[in-house]
């Protein structure tokens, strides 16, 4: 039964409870029929639910944007959304793309619009970006449904770039930090992207791997082969960095032993210079944030290889440590 035939009946019910005061048994037959109506019309609604993934990598439920990065322009890149129904009634779902760069793709799995989405069921899609011409772009899918909270709005961009025929790109993100920042003590992730030009296809015996970064650091990376055919290859590098010691550069206290020297050179002649104390606070303060790196330095670079039926690339990424 619908929810607008479940509205009439329930209406019709509660006028007839309402002037039958002389028919108390009816009134009362009246009243508990109409009771589970109501409970049944305020109980059931649909509701709205997304997760969102990227290619071989596991859905996301916290992601609330799709980020899709470069792609090739006229080849493109694209993610899987889930859209669930964790409601007790019908989804109906009206959809839009305010950008035509970015719909749903793949045919086979192209819903229809309206979608219309079961109680506690989920479609799988894909959102692509197809690129035709250089530069960053924004966009917006647009749901417009009955659950509560309607329209939902996931936000989307992406970066059209240009890699040459029959050949391949290793990069960052071009709207990314071209300069990645390590703490020691931690790891940091960031992505790297392999996109293929017209006429070669990365994903036939590729394979990636990362060296380099800080001293005592190790690089991974979360696959090393290239397992789906698609025109954009999404790769998450892990740096880990050890903690301080205290020291510089693999040197134990020797930073602090040459800070000490001056001191007691100082220390010892204060009485012709009694000025010099404060000169030794300051020397001691500066010596001990360089002994124990108080801020970003440089480091060697990560370098990242991508290697495409025999040919390779690699991608030098800058790095700072604090």
Request: charge should be neutral.
């Amino acid at each position: 039964m619908s929810a607008y035939n479940l509205g009439s009946l329930s209406y019709l019910l509660t006028r007839i409870a309402m002037r039958c005061s002389s028919l108390r048994l009816v009134c009362l037959l009246v009243v508990v029929f109409t009771a589970p109506v109501h409970a049944l019309m305020q109980g059931s609604a649909p509701g709205f639910s997304t997760c969102i993934a990227f290619v071989n990598q596991l859905c996301d439920q916290s992601l609330t944007s799709i980020d899709l990065g470069p792609a090739t322009v006229n080849i493109g890149a694209f993610a899987t959304l889930n859209i669930t129904n964790p409601g007790t009634a019908p989804l109906v779902i009206n959809y839009s793309f305010s950008s035509p760069d970015f719909a749903f793709g793949l045919a086979q799995t192209l819903p229809p619009n309206p979608l219309t989405i079961q109680p506690g069921t989920t479609v799988k899609t894909f959102v692509v970006f197809l690129p035709t011409a250089t530069g960053h772009s924004t966009a917006q899918f647009i749901s417009n449904d009955n659950a509560p909270g309607s329209p939902h709005i996931i936000p989307l961009s992406g970066t059209g770039v240009t890699v040459p025929p029959n050949d391949f790109a290793v990069m960052l993100d071009p709207v990314g930090p071209s300069t990645i920042t390590l703490t020691a003590g931690a790891t940091t992730k960031f992505p790297v992207y392999v996109l293929e030009g017209k006429g070669i296809n990365v994903s036939a015996g590729g394979a990636i791997q990362c060296s380099g970064g800080p001293p005592g650091s190790t690089c991974a990376l979360d696959q090393t082969v290239f397992p789906a055919f698609a025109g954009q290859e999404r790769f998450i590098v892990s740096v880990s960095v050890p903690a301080k010691t205290g020291s510089l550069r693999g040197f134990p206290l020797l930073w602090e032993g040459l800070a000490g020297l001056p001191a007691l050179v100082l220390m010892y002649r204060r009485r012709r210079y009694p000025g010099s104390v404060p000169l030794v606070v300051v020397l001691l303060l500066a010596c001990g944030m360089v002994s124990c790196g108080g801020s970003s330095s440089s480091s060697p670079p990560i370098t990242v290889t991508a290697g495409v039926n025999g040919a390779s690339h690699d991608l030098i990424v800058l790095v700072t440590l604090q």
